[in-house]
């Protein structure tokens, strides 16, 4: 008979990252952001530039030059703002805030008000004086992609979403110095999602899989299929492309 490994999870409701050592770092929202790689940017976002700064890896000056290019990027993509010299509208600001996920990042937040600009022309020339974004977002969105796993736990379930592109395997980190260690024996079953996450969709390695399927199967191969991935009345669910 199937002998099943009955166990709960000690990760408490939430979101996290976790390094390629198994240090787990309890955040706000992952790193780097879903929510920018969902509309299409492939770059780093103010909540990337808040966890990079909050671990002592960019200056404050870094910081804002992230901030300020994905605030530069709203007004010309978002709004529309072309003409160099047009006043910047007041009420610009706290939209731009809703559209980073500013309420999430304490020390980005903070950043962005303290540095008000009145044009698109004025932004731009402060954007020059800082550190090049492109040079940042070059050394750090491959930073963020390849050393961490974005974690979230929703209920009984403990989902995975892995973006590296350097080759590393992480199912070995995830089962081994992650699930594990957080594993208490109990009565009711935890399942897990491991997914690979890309500007395409989702892919799944292990979809409401328990601990058993995983011990078992760790090898599987991953699905070519693409999903996406949605919040259906408070219920997470991956939809066929």
Known sequence: MKRYINANTT???????????????????HVPSTTYLGRGYLHLAPTDADFLLNQGLISHDEAL???LYCYAEFLEDEIGI??????IPLHKLSLFADYAELKYTKTAKKIFFDNQYRTLGELYAELEALPSFNSLNSIWYPYLQNNFVKISRF???????????????????????????NEKGRNSTTKYNIMRES??????????????DILEQDKVVLSSEILDR????????????
């Open 155 to 181: 209920g009984n379930t403990v989902e995975f979403r892995i973006s590296s592109n350097d080759g590393y395997d992480w199912n070995k980190t995830i089962i081994d110095k992650i699930i594990l260690p």
């Open 11 to 29: 990760l408490k409701s939430g979101s996290y990252v976790s390094d390629r050592d198994g240090n787990i770092y309890d955040i706000m929202m």
């Open 199 to 212: 500007d395409k969709g989702y892919q799944e390695y292990f979809f409401n899989a328990t601990l058993n």
């Open 65 to 67: 030059s992230i901030i």
């Open 82 to 87: 072309a003409d160099a010299d047009e006043i």
């Open 230 to 241: 949605k919040i259906i009345n408070g219920k997470l669910t991956y939809i066929r492309k």
